[in-house]
């Protein structure tokens, strides 16, 4: 599987960005997608996490209410849309596919839980 993540951009406070990632390769393998973000000196967070059944839809509490991640199985893309922004928005986006079926939902909200990854897009928020 192959991701190819877009959309990263400068964007005032208060304002909107739209992230897309595209998928390839053994898509059908996939079960989960999910967005993370790295701060310059953080570690990797987790953002945002679509996938089925189990997980279906979640949010860190962070951007709950602000943003809203979707996919398009026909089109094997998944996409992060981003509302409200704040300047501690700032990051490199990261679009993650898993193969993995958990139990509880709660293990896609680790990145360790993913197995492959796209290259990252940056988004900067400015005050």
């Known amino acids: 599987v192959q991701l190819q993540a877009s959309g990263g951009g400068l964007v005032q406070a208060g304002g909107s960005l739209r992230l897309s990632c595209a998928a390839s390769?053994?898509?059908?393998?996939?079960?989960?997608l999910g967005w993370f973000r790295q701060a310059p000196g953080k570690e990797r967070e987790f953002v945002a996490a679509n996938g089925w059944s189990v997980i279906n839809t979640s949010y860190s509490p962070s951007v709950k209410g602000r943003f809203t991640i979707s996919r398009d199985n026909a089109q094997n893309t998944v996409t992060l849309q981003m509302n409200s922004l704040e300047p501690e928005d700032t990051a490199v986006y990261y679009c993650?596919?898993?193969?993995?079926?958990?139990?509880?939902?709660?293990?896609?909200?680790?990145?360790?839980?993913?197995?492959?990854w796209g290259q990252g897009t940056q988004v900067t928020v400015s005050s």
């Open positions: 390769g053994r898509t059908f393998s996939m079960y989960a």
């Open positions: 993650a596919a898993s193969t993995r079926e958990y139990s509880s939902g709660s293990y896609y909200y680790f990145a360790s839980s993913y197995d492959y």
